[in-house]
């Protein structure tokens, strides 16, 4: 199993700044994952996180929207960046160990854009 | 969308009731997993059943799947006040690099004490 520590927990911002979610996970992983989950709706995958490189998005997302960082194995970063009402939303950190097994999830950064 | 299909999208029942949920989905798959989420927060994995399974059991919880209609229930038995809570399925694809989940929509439950 994994323990992961993501923080803010919730933050309310104004439209047109930035904010940086950091993923903390206690054990070093092989996947890390980004998802998003707009109010009242299931989750949507932002990105894989990859190590030491850039992270690949899945359709519908972008790096300058996203930059999303991993310097190590046990960290991650999500800038939602220029934001909008619209990205008021639920962002999940995901990490999952071997192949076919379980993910565990951070408890989530709920955002407010005002 | 690639998003598997649940139902019912909201249950309500009386405590010490079953309930029961389905979740359809598309592609082949290496295995389902359920997860439950408590009022908007982390996703709590539940249990995962592989594409060679076709039940599985955990405490209250069973899980069967049926790859041949991509098709999966999960019955909880016993319910109580504290199962309340929105639960998801998710699909790890064939072929699929590890890691990347699709999520159905989710079956909001509520159980009355």
């Known amino acids: 199993s994994a323990v992961i520590s993501q923080k803010p927990s919730r933050d309310i911002c104004q439209r047109g700044t930035s904010l940086t979610i950091q993923c903390q996970v206690d054990?070093?992983?092989?996947?890390m994952f980004w998802y998003r989950q707009q109010p009242g709706q299931s989750l949507t995958l932002i990105a894989t996180?990859?190590?030491?490189?850039?992270?690949?998005?899945e359709s519908g997302f972008v790096i300058d929207k996203f930059p999303i960082s991993r310097p190590n194995l046990t960290f991650s970063t999500l800038t939602v960046s220029n934001m909008s009402p619209e990205d008021s939303s639920i962002y999940l950190c995901?990490?999952?160990?071997?192949?076919?097994?379980?993910?565990?999830f951070g408890q989530g950064t709920r955002l407010t854009v005002v | 969308s690639q998003q598997g299909e649940e139902d019912p999208q909201a249950l309500s029942i009386q405590e010490g009731e079953n309930a029961t949920m389905n979740c359809s989905y598309k592609t082949s798959i290496n295995n389902l997993q359920w997860y439950r989420q408590n009022s908007g927060r982390g996703l709590v994995h539940l249990i995962l059943i592989r594409s060679n399974e076709r039940e599985k059991h955990s405490g209250r919880l069973r899980v069967t799947l049926d790859t041949s209609k991509k098709s999966s229930s999960l019955l909880i038995t016993a319910s109580r006040a504290a199962d309340t809570a929105s639960y998801f399925c998710?699909?790890?694809?064939?072929?699929?690099?590890?890691?990347?989940?699709?999520f159905g929509q989710g079956t909001e439950l509520s159980v009355k004490p």
């Open positions: 054990s070093q992983v092989t996947m």
């Open positions: 998710a699909t790890d694809p064939l072929y699929n690099q590890g890691g990347k989940l699709i």
């Open positions: 995901s990490v999952t160990g071997e192949w076919d097994t379980e993910a565990f």
């Open positions: 996180a990859n190590q030491g490189s850039e992270a690949t998005y």
